[in-house]
């Protein structure tokens, strides 16, 4: 699953879309509880800022169940539930690369970050749900929506994001298209269209450093230094 994105190139979402765009900086480390930018289909000119998951208040330091942050598209498919809330509340979410962990054995598992390179950010899509506790309290969240990986990514991570065409979003932003129109525009994240390299584990931190991005020489969840690559 996806649990840490990047979106670096703020600079061409500003000129595209408005309205909150003066809050958006440069994040080099996006995690769950995080507020990140994703495009409504009701306001779909603005980026509004939205809860990834839940909020540090509701998950207490905890990570999110994982249900909240990623869903995977089968599970779309066969829930009526599932497919009104992608009908109504389905959503973009514009990121530009993914930290992600290669298991090199049962115990030692060393970091990567994925940068995109096709374009300049990509159009992941997800769904945004309402939360709500049992004092009254609401707040909007947003998961991924995810298939099961390909060989390539197999040996990162068991499902990755959907993409949407940036060609087609006219299509994705009407309101009258169905599942099974977007359907047909939507890809795969293409192993190709990245390029990968080491990096430090330490974004695990919930740090939001350029330096978490950059090359380093291969270690391990620990910091040491792997004998593998």
Not at 62 to 86: C, D, G, H, T, Y
Request: with cysteine; hydrophobic share 35%; aromatic share 16%.
């Amino acid at each position: 699953m996806i649990n840490r994105y990047t979106l670096i190139n703020t600079s061409h979402l500003l000129n595209v879309f408005n309205n909150d765009s003066e809050k958006v900086i440069p994040i080099y480390n996006a995690f769950p509880t995080s507020q990140m930018p994703i495009i409504t289909l009701s306001e779909s000119n603005k980026m509004t800022l939205c809860y990834w998951g839940s909020t540090s208040e509701i998950s207490k330091n905890k990570a999110p169940a994982e249900r909240l942050i990623n869903v995977n598209i089968n599970k779309l498919k066969k829930s009526n539930m599932l497919l009104n809330q992608f009908k109504f509340n389905r959503c973009l979410i514009p990121c530009d690369g993914f930290f992600l962990w290669k298991k090199k054995n049962l115990k030692e598992k060393i970091p990567y970050y994925f940068k995109f390179i096709k374009e300049k950010y990509m159009y992941c899509i997800g769904i945004k749900d309402v939360y709500e506790d049992y004092s009254g309290n609401k707040f909007e969240y947003f998961s991924f929506l995810t298939t099961k990986s390909s060989f390539e990514w197999n040996k990162f991570t068991k499902n990755i994001p959907i993409v949407m065409d940036h060609r087609y979003l006219d299509i994705w932003f009407d309101k009258k298209s169905t599942f099974e129109k977007i359907n047909s525009f939507l890809s795969t994240t293409k192993f190709t269209d990245f390029k990968n390299h080491t990096v430090s584990p330490y974004f695990e931190k919930n740090l939001n450093e350029k330096s978490l991005i950059e090359p380093k020489r291969s270690s391990n969840q620990y910091g040491n230094y792997s004998l593998f690559d």
